[in-house]
């Protein structure tokens, strides 16, 4: 009446997962509801599809088996599609569904590609109209019937065996110039046309993706059926990559040194600008091998290879694959890392970690920050390590599973931070997450970190021997680690120390550089164990690790100072240095330095004024948050702590003592507790 017309197609007319599980509890048969939904996908919900399904599964011993695995082309659905449908068409219009079979979707051109004719357009036009199970798809392309395809290409290998390598050729061919990335990989691999196929991952500078693309499992798989016929340096080099992925370098190595030979033998690296390409790829999977085996120089010169090719290469093309040079720059952070060169390594991992190259960075991104993590917790600085190790699992987690592939370095300083803060069963859980992964971005920094962070979970429980054989268990790599060597050698000190043998403990330290932080107080520990109280004090007074290291090397350096008071026999200087570790301690809930320092301390922590301060040390206890902390913290404390300038710190001051009507701080922090903000 309205003068306006409803078109009912197949989209209108198709069953429901609750509808086709009611015509099939009509026939005797019950699906659960995850199997139900998949024969609704598989049938797209075609009403008499379901209906011959459910006969043809009435006949069988196993209905519900059959229902789940049937094969198209053995049903009757193949006979009533085949005679009802396929020879219903004009020869032309056969020959083209039984040639588009092969494919996912298709637009007129690409079948035409198949074909070798120009008709496509009005043929896959008249067929949708015609509901002869051709979807439109939107714009120019279309797509089969999910069932309608298997029973084609099932008929196509019986009429033309033979034929379908050569239609994935053409169409791996067609999409090259004018489809997905994806689509044509699957077609060249499908074609067996290894050559074309890697030549076509490498001119898209697509190789990374291997490493930490959302597709780098289905690539590795893909990749995998690929012969050794194939000899091309396109397949040498989607070989090495994914040798390195699997971590074996000197495979990969090998791969690759074959690759640069047979591009080298076309022309050199400068002068061919068709192959800049093939060489930028070299350059990343260089960078790859200087990070798993912690070679910076290595790193550096292939950034610096990359950075020179990236000139030669469009534009719009490296703008497609950000991933590239995220890659590249984390692969020489990493490496810097492992050196020890700790700011120029944030310089490089921040870089990745700040960018937003959409979810095909965010796996390194998540890393990056993983590894920012890892450097803040060597330097002590517990609380910042933990937040930004945090952001990194959640980066990690954006990308869905499978877990953990790159937040392996983040769970792992979660675990050390937890370790300092005596939740050993937290830190074991974590742990078993990382040993678990299987991430490709696995090297020297995730072995030694991990190694390291066993060992003084270990220790923690007083399984010396243990703590030395993981600490050991580290795989060595190329170039020396100074930090890595250092923390072995620290905890080896420990092991002695917790053994009773100072003496050894503090000859083992000698060779350690003042220079870090975390060495200085070790070996000062050590001499005082050794009953060398002037010496220790020495050691920190030279290197001055409470102000170059955070509250986790701060507080031990303290509590170092304290127990050399109390051995001095100077109470009230021992009680003051005490209070001072604890408040340094508190906001990060370091617990573990505490139980470290020995017997001693108990008294002192146990009896006025000290035992109300020293409350949060035991587990279980409320989380210590900010404003206690901040009733002994000065301004400038503060804002160091928070990274903000003491102007700031002062407006925000003001502003709560506006609010809660005080003017002192103690006048806020007890105002707050009466108001149990606190």
Same mark, same amino acid.
């Given at each position: 009446?309205?003068? @306006?017309?409803?078109?009912?197609?197949?989209?209108?007319?198709?069953?429901?997962?609750?509808?086709?599980?009611?015509?099939?509890k009509?026939h005797?048969?019950? !699906?659960?509801p995850?199997?139900?939904?998949?024969?609704?996908?598989?049938? &797209?919900?075609w $009403?008499?599809g379901?209906?011959? *399904?459910?006969l043809a599964a009435r @006949?069988?011993?196993h209905?519900?088996?059959y229902?789940k695995?049937?094969e198209a082309d053995?049903?009757?659905?193949?006979?009533y599609?085949?005679?009802?449908?396929?020879?219903?068409?004009?020869? @032309?219009t056969?020959?083209?569904?039984?040639?588009?079979s092969?494919?996912?979707?298709?637009c007129p051109?690409l079948?035409? =590609?198949?074909?070798g004719?120009?008709?496509?357009?009005?043929?896959l =036009?008249?067929l949708h109209?015609?509901?002869?199970?051709?979807?439109?798809?939107?714009?120019?392309w279309?797509?089969?019937?999910?069932?309608?395809?298997?029973?084609?290409?099932?008929?196509?290998?019986e009429? /033309?065996p033979?034929?379908e390598p050569e239609l994935? &050729?053409r169409a791996?061919?067609?999409?090259?110039?004018?489809?997905?990335?994806?689509?044509?990989?699957?077609?060249?691999?499908?074609?067996?046309?290894?050559?074309?196929t890697?030549?076509?991952?490498?001119?898209?500078l697509?190789?990374g993706?291997?490493?930490?693309?959302?597709?780098?499992?289905e690539?590795?798989?893909?990749?995998s %059926?690929m012969?050794?016929?194939?000899k091309?340096p396109?397949?040498?080099?989607?070989?090495?990559?994914?040798?390195?992925?699997?971590?074996?370098?000197?495979?990969?190595l090998?791969?690759?040194r074959?690759?640069?030979?047979?591009?080298v033998a076309?022309?050199?690296a400068?002068?061919a600008?068709?192959l800049?390409?093939?060489?930028?790829? *070299?350059?990343l999977?260089?960078a790859?091998?200087?990070?798993?085996?912690?070679?910076?120089?290595?790193?550096? %010169?292939?950034? /610096?290879a $990359?950075e %020179?090719l990236?000139?030669?290469?469009?534009a719009d093309?490296?703008?497609?694959?950000?991933?590239l040079?995220?890659q590249l720059?984390a692969?020489?952070g990493?490496?810097?890392?492992w050196?020890?060169?700790?700011?120029d390594?944030?310089?490089?991992l921040s870089?990745?970690?700040?960018a937003s190259?959409?979810?095909?960075?965010?796996?390194?991104?998540?890393?990056?920050?993983g590894?920012?993590a !890892?450097?803040d917790?060597?330097?002590g600085w517990t609380?910042? $390590?933990?937040?930004? #190790?945090?952001a990194a699992?959640?980066a990690?987690?954006?990308?869905g599973?499978?877990?953990?592939?790159?937040?392996?370095?983040?769970?792992?300083v !979660?675990?050390a931070?937890a370790?300092?803060?005596?939740?050993l069963?937290?830190?074991?859980?974590?742990l078993?997450?990382v040993?678990g992964?299987?991430?490709m971005?696995?090297d020297?920094?995730?072995?030694?970190?991990q190694a390291?962070t066993t060992?003084r979970?270990?220790?923690?429980?007083?399984?010396?021997?243990? /703590?030395?054989?993981?600490v050991?268990?580290?795989v060595? +790599?190329?170039? /020396?680690s100074?930090?890595?060597?250092? *923390?072995?050698t620290?905890?080896?000190?420990d092991v002695h120390?917790? @053994?009773?043998?100072?003496?050894?403990?503090?000859?083992?330290?000698?060779?350690?550089?003042?220079?870090?932080?975390?060495?200085?107080?070790g070996?000062?520990?050590?001499q005082?164990?050794a009953g060398?109280?002037?010496?220790?004090?020495d050691?920190?007074d030279?290197?001055?690790?409470?102000e170059?290291?955070?509250?986790a090397?701060?507080?031990r350096?303290?509590?170092?100072?304290?127990?050399a #008071?109390?051995?001095?026999?100077?109470p $009230?200087?021992?009680?003051?240095l005490?209070?001072? =570790?604890?408040?340094?301690?508190?906001?990060?809930?370091?617990?573990?330095?505490?139980?470290?320092a020995?017997?001693?301390i108990?008294?002192?922590?146990?009896?006025?004024?000290?035992?109300?301060?020293?409350?949060?040390?035991q587990?279980?206890?409320?989380?210590?948050? +900010? =404003?206690p902390?901040a009733?002994?913290?000065s301004?400038?404390?503060?804002?160091a702590?928070l990274?903000?300038?003491v102007?700031?710190?002062?407006?925000?001051?003001?502003?709560a003592y506006r609010?809660?009507?005080?003017?002192?701080?103690n006048?806020a922090?007890?105002?707050a507790?009466?108001?149990?903000l606190?």
């Amino acid at each position: 009446m309205a003068g @306006e017309v409803t078109e009912i197609r197949d989209a209108e007319l198709a069953f429901t997962p609750e509808e086709a599980a009611t015509l099939l509890k009509l026939h005797g048969l019950r !699906l659960p509801p995850a199997e139900a939904d998949a024969l609704v996908e598989r049938t &797209r919900g075609w $009403a008499a599809g379901l209906r011959l *399904c459910a006969l043809a599964a009435r @006949e069988s011993p196993h209905p519900e088996s059959y229902l789940k695995e049937f094969e198209a082309d053995r049903t009757p659905m193949a006979d009533y599609l085949l005679a009802e449908v396929l020879k219903r068409q004009t020869p @032309e219009t056969q020959d083209l569904l039984l040639r588009t079979s092969v494919l996912d979707r298709f637009c007129p051109d690409l079948a035409n =590609a198949l074909t070798g004719r120009l008709d496509a357009e009005p043929i896959l =036009a008249g067929l949708h109209r015609a509901n002869a199970f051709v979807e439109h798809l939107g714009h120019t392309w279309y797509r089969l019937h999910p069932l309608f395809g298997e029973i084609l290409r099932a008929h196509l290998h019986e009429r /033309a065996p033979g034929l379908e390598p050569e239609l994935h &050729r053409r169409a791996a061919e067609w999409l090259r110039e004018s489809g997905s990335l994806t689509e044509t990989l699957d077609h060249g691999a499908a074609a067996g046309v290894w050559d074309f196929t890697a030549g076509v991952l490498v001119d898209d500078l697509a190789i990374g993706q291997l490493f930490t693309g959302l597709r780098s499992d289905e690539l590795a798989d893909l990749f995998s %059926r690929m012969g050794p016929e194939a000899k091309s340096p396109a397949t040498d080099l989607v070989r090495a990559a994914r040798e390195l992925a699997r971590h074996d370098v000197d495979r990969g190595l090998a791969h690759l040194r074959h690759a640069e030979e047979s591009l080298v033998a076309q022309g050199p690296a400068e002068d061919a600008t068709d192959l800049a390409a093939a060489w930028l790829s *070299c350059a990343l999977l260089e960078a790859v091998v200087a990070r798993q085996t912690g070679s910076p120089g290595k790193a550096l %010169r292939a950034v /610096a290879a $990359a950075e %020179r090719l990236s000139t030669r290469i469009p534009a719009d093309l490296l703008e497609k694959h950000p991933e590239l040079t995220a890659q590249l720059v984390a692969h020489l952070g990493s490496a810097l890392l492992w050196a020890g060169r700790f700011e120029d390594a944030r310089t490089a991992l921040s870089s990745v970690a700040d960018a937003s190259g959409g979810a095909v960075t965010e796996l390194l991104r998540a890393d990056c920050l993983g590894r920012l993590a !890892l450097i803040d917790c060597l330097n002590g600085w517990t609380g910042r $390590a933990e937040r930004t #190790a945090l952001a990194a699992t959640a980066a990690a987690e954006r990308c869905g599973p499978p877990q953990p592939s790159g937040c392996g370095v983040g769970r792992l300083v !979660l675990a050390a931070v937890a370790v300092d803060r005596d939740d050993l069963a937290s830190a074991e859980s974590l742990l078993e997450t990382v040993d678990g992964s299987e991430s490709m971005l696995r090297d020297p920094v995730l072995d030694a970190g991990q190694a390291l962070t066993t060992a003084r979970l270990l220790l923690a429980r007083d399984r010396t021997r243990a /703590a030395l054989r993981a600490v050991r268990a580290s795989v060595p +790599a190329e170039v /020396a680690s100074p930090w890595a060597e250092a *923390c072995t050698t620290l905890i080896t000190s420990d092991v002695h120390l917790a @053994e009773g043998r100072p003496q050894e403990a503090a000859e083992l330290l000698r060779s350690l550089p003042e220079d870090q932080p975390a060495c200085a107080v070790g070996a000062a520990r050590a001499q005082l164990a050794a009953g060398r109280a002037d010496a220790a004090l020495d050691l920190l007074d030279r290197a001055h690790p409470e102000e170059r290291g955070g509250p986790a090397v701060s507080v031990r350096a303290t509590l170092v100072r304290a127990q050399a #008071a109390h051995q001095a026999g100077d109470p $009230a200087a021992t009680r003051r240095l005490l209070a001072r =570790a604890l408040h340094q301690a508190r906001r990060d809930e370091l617990r573990r330095p505490f139980y470290e320092a020995g017997p001693w301390i108990r008294p002192f922590l146990a009896a006025p004024p000290l035992r109300e301060l020293a409350g949060w040390l035991q587990p279980g206890t409320a989380h210590p948050q +900010a =404003a206690p902390a901040a009733e002994m913290m000065s301004t400038e404390e503060i804002a160091a702590d928070l990274y903000v300038s003491v102007n700031t710190v002062k407006t925000h001051l003001k502003s709560a003592y506006r609010k809660l009507a005080v003017n002192r701080r103690n006048d806020a922090v007890r105002r707050a507790r009466e108001l149990r903000l606190l």
